[in-house]
């Protein structure tokens, strides 16, 4: 079924295929609540990564984003439906996974070289080379000068910066990001989004990349999920058919782009419209 | 018509006129410090005055209240001659020795074990009832049976001191444990942290400035633990040097040991924050301590 005759191509949803990178077949999730009642998160829930895929999930605030990451890294589980990564079901936390969370993740107490080191430190690598490959990956993100800062010692954006660095030097084959950019301003997170595309196609991992900002979604993606108001499920799912590389700075204004981001935007107005007078209903 | 000076002269001008606000802002907190310690010490000299006056003049009976020359005179005469029961430095000596080993091993357990609670719930709430239970024991009771127990010696004050420290270091441990940001114990987790990595470089250091708190307040939990135990029965000590006083009506050796007893406990407060601002420097310091 071919609804768009463009480059936003409407794909239907089918079983994953086991060799994706990550496989979410018809998951459900239902958190208990402190009162004892079951309140559902995500529901009927499918999506698949290729290997080597650029995801981008975007959704209404509450609609399961960040808890559908957590299916992936295995520190949530399904209720019902289950998670394949690289093939396998989830039971532990897989080692090819690097998340970059949507929350200030860094350990306030370790300066920021410590921070990066972190990973190869805790996966055994020897000291004076995960400190080595710490220095280099500093580099990369521009912080050189900073090594022996501590994290409030940096602002917001170097912050994250450090983040990016501490989930790359693990060297992920799977990198799931939730929200990472979006308390940037527009400068630093173009640049960071230039960075990460670089970094992306160097790497040749699978991304999951959740944002509340289509436009974001929309330039980096390869496919991009748009979710229902909560409990969130799918709603559809475009290819991007932009070519790359792309350059995030000229993108924005390519026709194309804006094409694609008013049809998807038409699609997601909705279910914004739906979230938004839901929590203004239950009054949180 | 003048002359435009140029931007060379420009920034010389401002340099100079920060360089004087500066000066100016510095000898102004000289100044409030200065001010600030006068006034402490003029309390204190007026206080002490009025005080000796009032012994002197019978208004405060010295029999029960003391005065501060005779508190002067008994703490000369410790120093010199010694004690009662000995030299002076070796009271304090001994009062040091058990507040420390009770202070150390009441730390030390109470980390322990909050740790080991705070990361396992099950064994939080099975035991939680009987931590509660056992809090709620007026702990300087225990004093009684620890010296029926384990004798006049050391060890059944350095067993009331751990109980004095054991809960309240337990308490702020296991709170700081449940504390610890589940996003940055995930992010250990996920960059590839074993569940013990997870404890020793999450858990313990989020928890540390629970844990510090706490040993400031239980340090002096512990000279109370060992200066109540020496009170119950002791055979060296501060406490016993306080009781030995009480007993033959000397209020000025009350309020000596009384006075030695803060200074030991000052100095060690100061040595704790010394020792806290040490492990806790990645912290950022209060907005208004920064820049100066
Ligand atoms: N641990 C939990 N216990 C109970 N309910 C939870 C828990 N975590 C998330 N939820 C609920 O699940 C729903 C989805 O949460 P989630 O964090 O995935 O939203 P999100 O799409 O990431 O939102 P946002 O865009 O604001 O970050 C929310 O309604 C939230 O209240
Ligand atoms: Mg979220």
Redesign the pocket.
């Known amino acids: 079924m071919q609804l768009q005759p463009m480059a936003a191509e409407r794909l239907s949803q089918a079983a994953p295929p086991a060799d994706a990178a990550i496989a979410i077949d018809d998951v459900t999730l239902r958190?208990?609540?402190p009162d004892g009642h079951m309140?559902t998160?995500?529901r009927d829930f499918t999506m698949t990564v290729a290997r080597g895929e650029f995801a981008c999930v975007v959704?209404p605030?509450?609609?399961?984003?960040?808890?559908?990451l957590n299916l992936v890294t295995g520190l949530l589980r399904p209720t019902t439906g289950n998670v394949r990564v690289m093939g396998n079901p989830v039971n532990d936390i897989s080692r090819d996974i690097g998340f970059v969370f949507?929350a200030d993740a860094l350990f306030p107490w370790r300066s920021v070289i410590d921070n990066v080191a972190a990973g190869p430190l805790y996966r055994g690598t020897p000291k004076a080379q995960a400190y080595e490959r710490a220095r280099d990956w500093i580099g990369r993100v521009g912080l050189g000068r900073f090594e022996k800062h501590y994290p409030h010692q940096l602002s917001g954006g170097m912050r994250k910066r450090v983040a990016l660095a501490q989930t790359f030097i693990n060297q992920p084959k799977i990198l799931l990001m939730?929200?990472p950019f979006s308390a940037l301003d527009m400068q630093t997170r173009t640049a960071m989004q230039d960075e990460l595309l670089g970094l992306w196609s160097e790497q040749k991992s699978s991304v999951v990349f959740?944002t509340?900002d289509l436009e974001e979604a929309v330039a980096l993606a390869d496919k991009v999920y748009v979710l229902t108001a909560?409990p969130?499920t799918v709603k559809s799912v475009y290819r991007i058919d932009l070519p790359r590389p792309r350059v995030m700075a000229d993108i924005r204004y390519d026709p194309k782009f804006v094409e694609i981001a008013k049809v998807i935007w038409n699609d997601l107005r909705e279910e914004v419209q739906l979230g938004q007078s839901r929590t203004l209903q239950t009054g949180h | 018509m003048t002359a435009i000076s140029s931007t060379a002269d420009h920034a010389a001008v401002r340099d100079a006129s920060i360089a004087v606000a500066e000066g100016r802002a510095r000898a102004r907190l000289r100044r409030r410090h200065a001010l600030v310690i006068g006034l402490r010490l003029a309390i204190l000299v007026v206080f002490l005055g009025l005080w000796e006056l009032g012994a002197d003049y019978n208004i405060i009976d010295p029999f029960f209240f003391a005065s501060p020359s005779g508190i002067r005179d008994q703490i000369r005469v410790w120093v010199t001659e010694g004690t009662s029961q000995g030299p002076l430095w070796l009271q304090i000596y001994v009062t040091l020795e058990e507040t420390f080993l009770g202070f150390v091993i009441g730390a030390v357990g109470g980390i322990a074990a909050g740790i080991i609670l705070g990361r396992n719930r099950l064994l939080a709430d099975v035991f939680s009832i009987y931590i509660k239970i056992a809090n709620s024991v007026p702990r300087v009771v225990l004093g009684s049976v620890f010296i029926i127990a384990l004798g006049l010696g050391m060890a059944s004050k350095v067993a009331l001191a751990v109980v004095m420290v054991f809960f309240v270091v337990f308490a702020n441990a296991f709170q700081g444990v449940r504390e610890a940001d589940r996003a940055m114990i995930a992010n250990a987790q996920i960059l590839g942290a074993s569940p013990f990595q997870i404890t020793r470089t999450v858990i313990i250091p989020s928890a540390m400035s629970w844990i510090l708190a706490s040993l400031h307040v239980s340090f002096g939990f512990a000279l109370v633990g060992a200066v109540v135990g020496e009170f119950l029965g002791a055979k060296q000590g501060m406490g016993l040097l306080i009781s030995t006083a009480q007993g033959a009506f000397n209020a000025n050796g009350v309020f000596a040991a009384m006075i030695i007893l803060a200074v030991m406990a000052l100095v060690v407060e100061f040595i704790i924050t010394r020792f806290e601002n040490y492990v806790v420097k990645w912290r950022p310091a209060p907005f208004n301590e920064q820049g100066t």
Do not use: R
């Open positions: 958190f208990v609540t309140m998160a995500i959704g605030t509450g609609c399961g984003k960040s808890t559908t949507q939730d929200e959740v509340h909560g969130g």
